[in-house]
């Protein structure tokens, strides 16, 4: 971040037109004033609603959308508590154009009137619920497959290696050593089997108040500690964060795991991990499956300055077994994906060299839950 505030600041500020860089914006941003009236338009708008300017500036938001539409509350909530708002994963059918998944933030226009900007996010947000499902199914054929495994490959596999012991009584030198070979094999199979163990739990999770940062910290020193050793990290915590509605040990494993990645992806000379968390007001989330909205306004990120995912895995980042490194099993993120998932929070990341970020969404503790949108008006 410093490195490109330093760059900018290197060339003379050019004259913009707001009105430019408004027109020139991918997704549709209105105005719409005390009376629901719209007052402007973005070029983006005008296409997303397949009417020009003229058209949209006489029209109430109600034209546009239908009159139960959230956009509504969201459009209120930010008049009552002057706070800017997000929704995600909205199903609204438009009069105009049909059915959308749109994400959906409204802001006060800052000027001390009554107008509230609105932008809406059609594709990208899309992608985020495609992706979230995605992991939910990788989590769930993982399930599968960790239940078959246990039952049809360990109960053989002691079989097995109890055979290979009692060959190793009367074997000899030579033999011995294959007989070794088994019972290693075994044992190493016995182990991925245990590490896929986790998945075939079904049971809910046991949630307590967990305290993020003594997660990060813990996990944070028992990296440096190993095999994060030759990396530098950078904690930027929000200290006034409320606890994780989570279960603890799960998040520090879920964590080591991406902060394990992180380290391996990391550079060997000037490897950097940055950890951080921060409070997003008015975070929303449908959970796709449900018609629940949750709230996860908590986000913790882990970033590297390593090359980045690899372009062809990242569609199937969080199925099991998609691995490129030598010794990997592929069940690190797979494992991430299932954990939070049963915290019900969401994971996504954005991957370019020198900057991969995987962002976690959880939701606060219930006894925790205060915020401008929750507290009564
Ligand atoms: N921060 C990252 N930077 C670059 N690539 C990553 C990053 N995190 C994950 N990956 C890619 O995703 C793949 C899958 O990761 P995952 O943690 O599931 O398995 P793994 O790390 O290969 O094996 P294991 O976790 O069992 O040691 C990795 O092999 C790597 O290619
Ligand atoms: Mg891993």
Known sequence: MAARGSVIRRFPEVAVEARAVLAALPDPVLVVDEQGMLRYANLAA?????AGTTVLLGLPLAGLLPEDSPVFGLI?????TGASVSEYGLM???????PRTLAVQAAPMGDGSELVVVSLQGRSIADKIDRQLTHRNAARSVTAMASMLAHEVKNPLSGIRGAAQLLEENASQADRELTR??????DRICALVDRMDVFSDRRPLERAPVNIH?????????????FARNVRFIEEYDPSLPPVNGNRDLLIQTFLNLVKNA????????????????????????????????HLPLMVTVTDNGDGIPEDIQPHLFDPFVSTKHNGTGLGLALVAKVIGDHGGVIEFDSQPRRTVFRVYLPVAPTAVITPLEKPS
């Open 76 to 80: 209120d909530s930010v008049r009552r």
């Open 181 to 186: 070979l088994i019972c290693d094999e075994a």
């Open 263 to 294: 380290a391996e992806a990391a550079p060997s000379q000037g490897g950097e991990i940055q950890l951080a968390t921060s409070y997003q007001h008015g975070v929303r989330m449908t959970v796709a499956g449900s018609d629940s909205r949750v």
């Open 92 to 98: 609204i059918d438009m009069p105009r154009i049909g």
């Open 214 to 226: 003594e997660v990060l910290e813990r996990v944070r020193r028992a990296a440096q500690s190993g």
């Open 46 to 50: 005008e296409e997303f609603f397949d």
